[in-house]
């Protein structure tokens, strides 16, 4: 029998600058009414605006809905505080 694993893809949607709909999240790290830093399997997104508001978080299923004015959504790729932590250290 084959094996199959299930990664969360992951997807943006926003309506007319002022609905979002995020699919794949893992974590929502930080939010306030300016910046909103979630992860997800691509890396690291912020989305910046004004109003943010965060209307519905569902992590076991990967979902973040935003409503506000979006301004900006950057992609970064994956927090390396890890190796941060081991430079000092070792």
């Known amino acids: ?3 199959f694993t299930q990664t969360n893809n992951h ?3 926003i309506q007319n600058r ?3 709909e995020m699919t794949g999240i893992k974590d929502v790290s930080s939010f306030n009414e300016e910046e909103i830093n979630a992860s ?3 890396g690291e997104v912020l989305i910046k605006g004004s109003n943010l508001l ?3 978080l569902d992590l076991d299923n990967g ?3 935003i409503s506000g004015r979006v301004t900006a959504v950057v992609y970064s790729e994956k927090s390396s ?3 941060l932590f081991k430079k000092l250290f070792s």
Do not use: G, R, T
């Open 1 to 3: 029998m084959q094996e």
């Open 11 to 13: 997807s943006i949607s």
């Open 18 to 20: 002022q609905s979002v």
């Open 40 to 42: 997800c399997e691509c």
């Open 54 to 56: 965060v209307e519905a």
């Open 63 to 65: 979902i973040l809905k």
């Open 81 to 83: 505080s890890n190796k």
